[in-house]
């Protein structure tokens, strides 16, 4: 089902586009107490010192004076790394790991699984061999039972967030409030 190889990174993100929770299994050998399963805020890891940090990292990146046409037309994707490098240091700080603060090193290998499209069609029996096959060297029989029992809940809340998204676009659409267009279906997966 998954290349089991992506289940050798000692910390793996669970993301669910639409919510504002996700979860971090932390299955580092060497972590006090274990390996465990963490459900985070994004409000936790979206804070002041992570919007001080971004502002101040794209204030370097605007004002090199080295600049020219060719990098600042590469400014998006400067932007979008500075973006995920801090929010990878906050949530790596939030799990309690020490990263030397001039540090880009996470302290670790870290994965990110996206919980979209297909992969929320997953009835219970195929999250369960999904994620025994992912973290089934990593994490007890009793860890992965929690990590599925969580997951499955954001599973369902991520597949109403969507519903309720599709509604609103489509009131939208009908009230002439959305602007100029909307999306009405997406194709899935595959």
């Not at 002041?48 to 605007?62: A, R």
């Not at 994965?111 to 007890?140: C, D, I, M, N, P």
Request: proline share 4%.
């Amino acid at each position: 089902m998954f290349d089991s190889d992506r289940g050798s990174a000692d910390i793996t993100l669970c993301i669910f586009p639409h919510l504002r929770e996700f979860i971090a299994i932390d299955a580092r050998e060497d972590r006090p107490g274990g390996p465990a399963i963490l459900k985070l805020s994004i409000s936790n890891v979206l804070g002041e010192e992570f919007y001080s940090k971004v502002e101040q990292d794209f204030s370097k990146l605007i004002r090199r004076h080295d600049a020219g046409f060719l990098e600042l037309m590469g400014m998006p994707q400067q932007v979008e790394a500075v973006i995920r490098a801090n929010s990878l240091k906050r949530i790596i700080a939030e799990l309690g790991i020490n990263v030397p603060q001039d540090s880009n090193e996470p302290g670790g290998s870290v994965g990110v699984l996206f919980f979209a499209g297909t992969l929320l069609t997953f009835e219970q029996g195929q999250l369960h061999e999904a994620t025994r096959e992912l973290f089934g060297k990593k994490l007890s029989d009793q860890v992965i039972d929690q990590l599925n029992e969580q997951l499955f809940g954001l599973m369902k809340k991520e597949r109403t967030s969507i519903q309720e998204t599709t509604k609103h676009d489509l009131s939208g659409l009908i009230s002439g409030k959305s602007g100029p267009y909307v999306t009405l279906w997406e194709r899935s997966g595959k």
